[in-house]
């Protein structure tokens, strides 16, 4: 389905909106969850301002950075200086976090229910909550994982250890040259398992995540769906928000919903059969849950 022709809804409707969710939620045989960085966002996640300030000022000061996003991109000179950047960068948004109130509302609210998650975020947020990990498909990665930077190999390595002493024995924004990462195989520098380029690493565990979520599609076809969009924009449409739409339009039974500040839209084409409604994520799943 096209991206044209899109149908929005005012922030005056948003309470009959989440009304009409709740009974949605309420009368569907499954739920398929599409989240982007707009939950882990309304989570506090957030990559700029006080918290970016709070861990990474020296790096501010230093080289001129000024969010946790555009960091990741800055063409260190050394590797010394990269990891101590990037191990921080994972330490604060994989292992020293808990889980954000939206994602454990969103828990209670998926309940009982036969349900999947398919999400772009890297965070683990999902896992942390408690929600299954077989009902999960991370498609752009996880923080928790490094590859070969040539890719040179289909396999994907754990970091929580070394990122742990990275970050204890990092001094002036650098990490000790013997705590350098490479690759076991052919000796390259290891790098993030996160989708940026061609080389992005879709290891074992992602091709079996990938097969669950497509059986899962494939097993609600004809169900009274309930396609719940969280969060997601329009940068990379193709991966949640313009499948959804798909299988709202194909399958007569489903529901659309979408939750989004500012970006709460559908095809007019399932307008009748959508519920988009414009506010704060974390707000609008805490109505939902009382």
């Given at each position: 389905?096209?991206?044209?022709n ?28 599409g989240?982007?960085a ?14 970016f300030?709070k861990y ?7 080289y001129g ?5 555009s960091?990741?991109?800055?063409p ?5 200086e990269?990891w101590?950047?990037?191990?921080r ?19 209670h609210?998926v309940?009982?229910?036969e349900s ?7 965070d683990h947020?999902?896992?942390i909550?408690?929600f299954?990990r ?6 752009q ?6 590859q070969?930077a040539?890719a ?21 924004m650098?990490?000790?040259?013997e ?11 290891m790098t ?11 290891d074992?565990?992602?091709?079996a ?6 059986a899962?599609?494939?097993e609600?076809?004809?169900a ?6 969280l969060?997601?924009g ?5 991966i949640?928000?313009a499948?959804?739409?798909r ?11 979408c939750?989004?500040?500012?970006e709460?839209v559908?095809?007019?084409e399932?307008?009748?059969r ?5 506010g ?9 849950r009382?």
């Amino acid at each position: 389905m096209s991206l044209p022709n899109r149908t929005s809804f005012s922030t005056a409707d948003a309470s009959a909106q989440i009304d009409r969710l709740r009974e949605a939620l309420e009368r569907a045989d499954a739920v398929l969850v599409g989240a982007g960085a707009g939950l882990s966002t309304a989570a506090g996640m957030t990559y700029s301002g006080a918290r970016f300030e709070k861990y990474f000022s020296d790096f501010a000061q230093k080289y001129g950075i000024r969010d946790i996003y555009s960091g990741g991109f800055y063409p260190f000179e050394t590797l010394e200086e990269y990891w101590a950047w990037w191990s921080r960068h994972i330490y604060i948004n994989r292992y020293n976090v808990s889980a954000g109130q939206p994602y454990l509302d969103l828990l209670h609210l998926v309940g009982e229910r036969e349900s999947f998650v398919l999400t772009t975020n890297v965070d683990h947020q999902f896992q942390i909550a408690g929600f299954n990990r077989e009902r999960l498909f991370y498609t752009q990665g996880d923080y928790g994982l490094w590859q070969c930077a040539k890719a040179c190999h289909p396999r994907t390595y754990d970091n929580e250890s070394t990122v742990r002493r990275m970050v204890r024995e990092q001094r002036d924004m650098r990490i000790p040259t013997e705590l350098i990462p490479r690759c076991p195989v052919c000796g390259a520098p290891m790098t993030m398992n996160l989708r940026c380029d061609a080389r992005f690493v879709e290891d074992e565990g992602w091709h079996a995540a990938q097969a669950r979520y497509a059986a899962f599609v494939r097993e609600h076809a004809g169900a009274r769906l309930l396609l719940l969009e969280l969060g997601v924009g329009f940068n990379t449409p193709g991966i949640i928000k313009a499948p959804f739409w798909r299988m709202a339009a194909e399958n007569a039974r489903a529901t659309y919903a979408c939750i989004n500040l500012g970006e709460a839209v559908c095809p007019a084409e399932i307008a009748q059969r959508s519920i988009c409604i414009d506010g704060d994520l974390a707000e609008v799943l805490a109505r939902l849950r009382a």
